[in-house]
C-alpha cells in the first residue's frame, strides 16, 4: 500500500527530476500551474511505472523544520523508492496555498463547513444495485463496467454533515454531486483531516454503498492505464459536453463511459471551477492526501496531493 503520492505535479514541474538515486526536484514555485509560488517540491519513483515525479508538500507540514535534513520535508532517500528531495528547497510564504489557480469566494451567504462539523458521517444507505445502476441515499447513480472495474458513471451526490453543493447551490449538486473533505469522504473521525490515521486504503468503504469503496491510488492507476495512460486518458474520460474549450486542447471523448465533469473544489468558503477533482483513499501525511484531477487546460489525468480539508468530489469503485 503507498503512502506516499507517486504522482506528476502538473506540468512543468516534472522536468526538475532525473534519473536514479540522486534524482531532484526544484520548488514547487512560479512554474507550478495549480499551486502558484507556495511551498515545495521532492522527487518521488513511482516503482509501478519506472518513472520519477515531482509530488508537493504544504508549508504547514514543513513549519518549524529543520529542511532537507528530516523527513517530513526532504533530504532523505527511501530505498525501496529510490528517490532524493532536492537540497535547495526554499521557504515560503506561511500562507495557505490554494490548488486553484481560480478560486473565489462565493457571493452568497454560506453556512459553516469546517472541518469541526465533517467526518464520520455514515455511508451511503439502503444501497440497492440494478441493471447498469446504484440505488442510495435517496438517488440512482448510474454504473459502468471498465475493463475489470465497475465504476459510478456520476460523482456521488449523497447529503452528509460537512458535505457542500458548489457555490452553495443545489443545481450545481444535481449537475456535478456534493463536495467532500478527505474525511468527510472516508467516514473517518474529521480529526484526521489534521493528523495522520494510518488506516488501509484497500477497499475503504467511507461514504460509498455497502460493496463499494473510495478509490486507493492503485484504483485510479488501473483505470488510467486501460485509458491509455496519464498523458491522455483526460481526454478518454472526459465527458463529451460540460467543459470549457482551450487551445490545442481536444473536447472530452468519454471512450469508457466514465463522464467525468468539472466539479470544482472548496476551501474556506472559496471556490474554484478549472477542472474536476477525486479523492482517493490513499493518505500521504497527517495533513494531506491524494486526489486526482482532469483539467481545461490538459488532456491528462493528474495525481496530486493536498490538504485534506479541501473540499473535492467521490467517486465510488465497486468491491472486487
Not at 498523458?231 to 471523448?253: C, H, M, Q
Amino acid at each position: 500500500m503507498r503512502k506516499i503520492l507517486f504522482t506528476a505535479f502538473a506540468i512543468f514541474a516534472i522536468l526538475g527530476c532525473g534519473s536514479g538515486d540522486n534524482a531532484v526536484c526544484m520548488t514547487c514555485g512560479d512554474s507550478d500551474p495549480i499551486n502558484g509560488d507556495t511551498g515545495y517540491a521532492y522527487c518521488l519513483y513511482n516503482n509501478r511505472g519506472g518513472y520519477y515525479s515531482c509530488a508537493y508538500m504544504g508549508i504547514r507540514e514543513c513549519e518549524g523544520k529543520s529542511y532537507g535534513k528530516d523527513n517530513t520535508c526532504g533530504g532523505f532517500t527511501l530505498s525501496s523508492s529510490s528517490f532524493r528531495s532536492s537540497s535547495s528547497l526554499r521557504s515560503s510564504s506561511s500562507s495557505r496555498p490554494s490548488s486553484s489557480s481560480s478560486l473565489r469566494s462565493s457571493s452568497s451567504s454560506r453556512p459553516s463547513s469546517s472541518s469541526s462539523l465533517s467526518g464520520g458521517g455514515g455511508n451511503c444507505p439502503n444501497a440497492v444495485t440494478g441493471n447498469g445502476t446504484i440505488f442510495c441515499g435517496g438517488q440512482t447513480y448510474k454504473t459502468v463496467k471498465i475493463n475489470n472495474q465497475t465504476w459510478m458513471a456520476e460523482n456521488l451526490n449523497y447529503d452528509v454533515l460537512g458535505s457542500i453543493c458548489y457555490d452553495y447551490n443545489i443545481d450545481k449538486c444535481n449537475e456535478y454531486g456534493k463536495l467532500y473533505d478527505w474525511a468527510t469522504a472516508m467516514n473517518i473521525d474529521s480529526k484526521y483531516n489534521n493528523q495522520l490515521w494510518n488506516g488501509s486504503d484497500e477497499n475503504h468503504r467511507g461514504i460509498c454503498p455497502n460493496g463499494w469503496h473510495i478509490p486507493s491510488n492503485d484504483d485510479w492507476d488501473e483505470l488510467i492505464d486501460f485509458a491509455g495512460g496519464y498523458e491522455i486518458a483526460g481526454t478518454k474520460l472526459k465527458a463529451r459536453d460540460g467543459w470549457n474549450s482551450y487551445s490545442g486542447v481536444p473536447f472530452g471523448t468519454d471512450d469508457h463511459g466514465f463522464s467525468a465533469l468539472p466539479g470544482g473544489e472548496c476551501s474556506d468558503g472559496y471556490f474554484g471551477g478549472n477542472g474536476g477533482n477525486w479523492w482517493s483513499s490513499s493518505e500521504i501525511s497527517s495533513l494531506s492526501a491524494s486526489f486526482w484531477g482532469m483539467y481545461n487546460h490538459s488532456e491528462s489525468v493528474f495525481g496530486l496531493g493536498f490538504y485534506k480539508d479541501f473540499m473535492y468530489s467521490v467517486r465510488c469503485v465497486k468491491d472486487y
